[in-house]
Structures are given as structure tokens and as C-alpha cells.
């Protein structure tokens, strides 16, 4: 059985000669081919975002990209002077991608061949692959999600709400407030199950286990009345952003099983993953349940870690495992938790379900 290829988050192109045809400071008119224009929008429309990095100058480049109706197109853009390999590594930490998820294109050797010196997990192609690259597995996500399609623009809100940030006079709790957060946790059903198995191929910092639960592992959790499969949205005065976060959770008189909790990066700054985990915390105490979370250490993941050990998690043994399902391998620790009530968020409006079992009698 062959490995799936990691696939990819960001394309960075070069302009001259590769999104366009010829060189813009020779020939004003540069434009795209339609074949290429419909690459763009194809790779657009299942998520993959798009940037520039090309050796030109800033202002006509990017003048002639509005002309043309494709700036909209390309987040944090590198259109100046300096070395690709600089750009593309500035535009992964912005992005906060890890460099094996990026691709470049581009026409010239030499320029592929010092991005791929000064940062050889980055994949490149030469421009005569453009045509070709929708048709590569690394550039064909499994699914395509509500998210997906609006991927970039959530991007671009996020990139609005650092500029307001910047330019916000006040503590960081006045701004946060500012943003009039809603954060929705809710069971997924059939629609929102797409979402879910991308987070967890998607997340890889505050992934609680790297683990990838696939379409059919989560709906046949669905369908198990002891399990609950919960997606977090999140919105803003700026725009949606989309699925953040997904827990699974497996229930039971004595104690709660969390399995997995994964939440978006994009989103620590504002405190959900803590939201998220505190509402859990006061829903198990609510319950009268102890809480065990499963957690494993990955290279990427040391922020989840601080989040649990923040929360109270602990390794001492209880009771209470014996009602759990035996660990799985692969270094999985058990964490443990008696909990206690929780304060609601004061900076984010929280709308979640009851977890706790209805009353008898």
C-alpha cells in the first residue's frame, strides 16, 4: 500500500513567463493564457491557496494583476528584488504552513534550484507543468468542503483582522471583544462530516494525536449512541472562519472518553481551543464524570500539550479507566481530569448543546 503525497496548502508562482506570458518590464501587455486562468481558479476552488513570489516591480506587477482580474486570487503576495527562496519561506511562516506543504512554480532553473537549496522541502515545478498540476495528486484534496470553496477569502479575513489589531489602542481583551466572536460547537451530522476528517488531516499543532479519522471511521461513530462527533465554527464581524475545531468523545455513566480534540491554528490567538476545552470541563462536571483525554506526542503538537496541562490534565491513574476502551499504540498517554465548574468566556459569545444526560424520573 502506497503512502498518500502530503498535499498542498499554498502554490507560489512566479509571473514572468509562468502566470503570464512573457516579461512584464519588456512587454506591458503580459497576460495570462484562459488554460492557465482556469488552473488558477480550479486550484482556488478546492482550497488550495495561491501566492506570487517573482523579481519584478511591486507596483506595475500588481497593477497589471488587477487589470487583469486575478490579484484577488493571491494572498501575501512577494513581488520585488530579493531572493525566492526569502519569499517562499516568509510566505509559509505567514501562513503558518510548514514548508512541505508549499509548491512553487516557476520558469527558470536557477530559480528553482536555489528555492530548493535554501528550502528543499518546498516541491517545485517547472512552468511548463502549470497545466498539469490539477491533475496531480498532491493537488487534488479527497473532498471539497463548504470551507474549501471559501478558503482564500477566510484567509483574507484573517489578514483584515491582523491590520485591525495592529491599529486597535487597548488591552487585548477590549479587541477581542471588538470582534463580536461567536463560537458554535455542534454535532455533526452527514454535511459536516467532510469537514471533520479534513481537520484532521489539516491540523497538525494542536492535533491532541495526530491521528486521521477517516469518512467512514467518523460516520460509523455517528451511528454509535456512546460517541458524539462535535464541529466548531467560528465567525466574526469580518467573516466566517469556517470549522475550527472537531472532538470526539465518548461517553459514559463514569467517565468521558475525548479521543481526539483538534482545533485550527488560525484561531489560537483568539482562545478557542480553551473555550472549547473549558465548556467540555464544565459539561463533565455538570455530568458528575471524570474526564480522560488521550494524547500523543507528535513534533508538531507541544501547543495542544501546554493547552491540556493548562486545563488540568494530569497522568495519574483512576478508577475510572477501567470503563474506558484499552489504549491504542503508537504512544498514546491517558490523561486525567476530575473537573470542576467553569467561568464562560467573557470576549466570545459560546453556543453549544447539552451534553448532560436528561434527569430519570
Not at 94 to 120: K, N
Not at 254 to 281: D, E, M, P, Y
Request: charge should be negative; hydrophobic fraction near 40%; aromatic fraction near 6%.
Amino acid at each position: 500500500m502506497t503512502d498518500a503525497p502530503t498535499l498542498v496548502k499554498c502554490l507560489v508562482w512566479d509571473l514572468d513567463n509562468t502566470l503570464w506570458q512573457g516579461t512584464l518590464l519588456e512587454d506591458g501587455d503580459v497576460r495570462p493564457t484562459d488554460a492557465i486562468r482556469e488552473a488558477v481558479t480550479a486550484l482556488d476552488a478546492r482550497g488550495i491557496l495561491q501566492s506570487i513570489a517573482s523579481k519584478n516591480d511591486h507596483d506595475l506587477a500588481w497593477a497589471r494583476l488587477e487589470e487583469l482580474g486575478l490579484a484577488e486570487y493571491f494572498v501575501l503576495p512577494r513581488i520585488g528584488w530579493g531572493r525566492k527562496s526569502d519569499s517562499v519561506r516568509e510566505i509559509a511562516a505567514s501562513l503558518r504552513f510548514a514548508e512541505g506543504t508549499i509548491a512553487f512554480i516557476d520558469d527558470q532553473p536557477a530559480e528553482r534550484a536555489e528555492v530548493a537549496y535554501h528550502a528543499p522541502q518546498v516541491r517545485c515545478y517547472d512552468a511548463t507543468q502549470a497545466l498539469e498540476l490539477t491533475g496531480l495528486p498532491e493537488f487534488s484534496p479527497a473532498t471539497v468542503t463548504v470551507d474549501s470553496l471559501r478558503r482564500r477569502r477566510m484567509y483574507q479575513a484573517g489578514f483584515e483582522r491582523e491590520a485591525e489589531k495592529e491599529r486597535f489602542q487597548g488591552p487585548d481583551e477590549e479587541f477581542l471583544r471588538s470582534l463580536e466572536m461567536v463560537l458554535t460547537i455542534g454535532r455533526a451530522g452527514d454535511e459536516e462530516i467532510t469537514r471533520v476528517e479534513e481537520l484532521t488531516l489539516r491540523t497538525s499543532q494542536m492535533n491532541a494525536t495526530g491521528v486521521h479519522y477517516s469518512d467512514e471511521r467518523l460516520r460509523s461513530l455517528l451511528a454509535d449512541p456512546q460517541h458524539e462527533v462535535l464541529v466548531t465554527t467560528m465567525a466574526d464581524r469580518f467573516g466566517p472562519h469556517g470549522a475550527v475545531g472537531v472532538l470526539l468523545l465518548r461517553t459514559g455513566e463514569r467517565a468521558w472518553h475525548l479521543k481526539l480534540l483538534a482545533t485550527s491554528c488560525r484561531v489560537v490567538s483568539f482562545g478557542a481551543g480553551t473555550v472549547i476545552l473549558n465548556w467540555l470541563v464544565d459539561q463533565a462536571c455538570r455530568a458528575g464524570v471524570h474526564l480522560v483525554a488521550d494524547f500523543r506526542t507528535t513534533d508538531r503538537n507541544r501547543m495542544m500539550e501546554i493547552a491540556y496541562r493548562f486545563a488540568g490534565f494530569a497522568e495519574e491513574p483512576c478508577g475510572c479507566l477501567e470503563t474506558l476502551e484499552a489504549a491504542g499504540g503508537d504512544g498514546i498517554q491517558r490523561l486525567h481530569l476530575t473537573p470542576s465548574p467553569q467561568d464562560p468566556p467573557t470576549t466570545l459569545r459560546l453556543e453549544a448543546p447539552d451534553l448532560t444526560p436528561d434527569p430519570v424520573g
